[in-house]
């Protein structure tokens, strides 16, 4: 049985289509391949005018960002008239593309200044700074007109937000700032921005503190500041700034950075006793440090119920070093220095030896130092002492020797004491 054909086909239905409507059909598609086309030159621009403008401008010459970015590259080679007027089109026909370019306007600004029209430049480049804060070009110029102007707390201002900015401009930046705060108007100037702890102090802490030519500058910075925030990160910076006042001589500084410090204690200034004050301190630069060695060490017990330490020492067979050092702040007058140990075996040839430094500008100077053998039980160590005008920071050293015995000493250090007579 045949079907039954209900309609024209599908075919046969086009053919029968008036003319007007392949007209309409043809112009849809090639505003369709038209549109298409723009999309996709313009995604190329988007996508390359950052990294290569020559290529976003081969597809879209009239791209805004294309234009001020290749813009850029030539004032950065070349800024004689001819390639001024050329920067200075590409800049203005940017402007008409996106008015919002603050990359653009601060382009009219450098141009401006060269030209020797400072007024208009700042002008310029206050405007560009309103459309985004953001732009590293103009941030710079905005600081080297605040210094050209002495006006030290408005270059910080910029400073500021130029680190914000972006990661790289830490090594541009960082070196000058450093530099700078051997003023003191800027240290001035820099607390309260220091205080706001922007996101860029902490990675520029840790590079000043190992690169200013005098760290107390840097720990006035932050006492004016009133302190850095109390976590770990902050924690590790202040102990490095105070192991580099230490390294320096920098003493008076130190002092007051460490009494600015949460958690600080004046005490362990003059205190050589194992306590909570001395040892395992939240700033370790100002308690009892131990030497890390694989020959010689110790290790400090846990407190007991009067908060008393003890360090169980080391020294292998033929070693001689170092245990650990403290520094103290004694202040001129007599005093007893007395020292409580036991060992369980007595090694003839291995020694214990006490050494007090006065530090100087000159170097450190021997102020005394006492010997004992180790010996199995308890044993101690006395030595009587002053202190002048002329040694008011010292340090404290313990260092031991092994001996031949082959399996070299062992000893506990109960109690240290240093106390006025």
Known sequence: MSRKRIGPSRFAALRTKPPLFWVKIAVISVV????????????VANITWDQNSDVALSYVPDHPLALSRKADELFAAKQDPETLA???????????????????????GYVADVRGDTDKARELMLLSQKVSRRDFGTQLWLIEDAVARGDKKQALYHYDIALRTTPSSFPILFPTLT?????????????????????????????????????????????KAGGLPDNVTYRGISNALLVQLASKNKFPAFRQYYLSLKG?????????????????????????????SPGIGGSFSQPDSKGRLALSAFAGSGERGEVMRKLLFLDPGSYRFQAQFSAQDGVSDAEIRWDLQCITAEGNVAKWFVTTPVRAGNFAQMQDFSI????????????????????????????????PR
């Open 32 to 43: 369709t391949a038209y549109l298409a086309w723009l999309s996709f030159i313009h995604a």
């Open 86 to 108: 050329k920067v200075e089109a590409m800049a203005k026909q940017s402007l008409r593309g996106g008015a919002l370019n603050p990359v653009a306007i601060r382009l009219l």
């Open 179 to 223: 530099g700078a705060i051997s003023d003191p108007e800027v240290r001035v100037a820099l607390a309260p921005i220091v205080r706001q702890a922007p996101v860029w102090l902490p990675a520029y802490l840790s590079e000043a503190i190992n690169t200013v030519e005098n760290p107390a500058n840097l720990a006035d910075v932050l006492v």
């Open 264 to 292: 600080s204690n004046r005490a362990a200034f003059q205190s050589a006793s194992l306590t909570k004050n001395t040892v395992n301190v939240r700033y370790s630069a100002v308690g009892w440090q131990v030497v890390e």
């Open 388 to 419: 002048g005008n002329d040694c008011r920071n010292q340090i404290l050293i313990l260092q031991a020797a092994g001996g031949s015995n082959q399996l070299g000493a062992e000893f506990t250090l109960r109690s240290i004491n240093i106390t």
